[in-house]
């Protein structure tokens, strides 16, 4: 079992940077590849970014691309999410992810583990 815990500032004036952590924890964990998701009120949950093990990869959302960098600490099973230049439209609840098994990290039904969410307000 893996257990993600957010962490971070919630709220920002459009223009403004905000930087998302997520803990992950758990016997098992070995982390093949983690993520960030988000959900605005009344849509769905969208994939926002993605990085494999050890870096291997990183991908973006188009909608975050330049604006938003995701990073992993391998000696802390820690993720996080670098928020630059936030726009109202950012305004969601943000949710860490994670698969430790082979596969993907950019599809709600690839993820093995969810966060429990945290709220990321930026206002206008």
């Known amino acids: 079992q893996v257990q993600l815990e957010e962490s971070g500032v919630g709220a920002v004036q459009a223009g403004g940077s905000l930087r998302l952590s997520c803990a992950a924890s758990?016997?098992?964990?070995?982390?093949?590849?983690m993520g960030w998701f988000r959900q605005a009120p009344e849509k769905e949950r969208e994939w926002v970014a993605a990085?494999?093990?050890?870096?291997?990869?990183?991908l973006y959302a188009d909608s975050v691309k330049v604006r938003f960098t995701i990073s992993q600490d391998n000696a802390t099973n820690t993720l996080y999410l670098q928020m630059n230049s936030l726009k109202p439209e950012d305004t969601a609840m943000y949710y860490c992810?994670?698969?430790?098994?082979?596969?993907?990290?950019?599809?709600?039904?690839?993820?093995?583990?969810w966060g429990q969410g945290i709220l990321v307000t930026v206002s206008s």
């Open positions: 758990g016997s098992t964990y070995s982390g093949y590849c």
């Open positions: 992810a994670a698969r430790t098994r082979r596969g993907v990290c950019y599809f709600n039904n690839q993820i093995e583990y």
């Open positions: 990085i494999y093990t050890r870096g291997r990869a990183i």
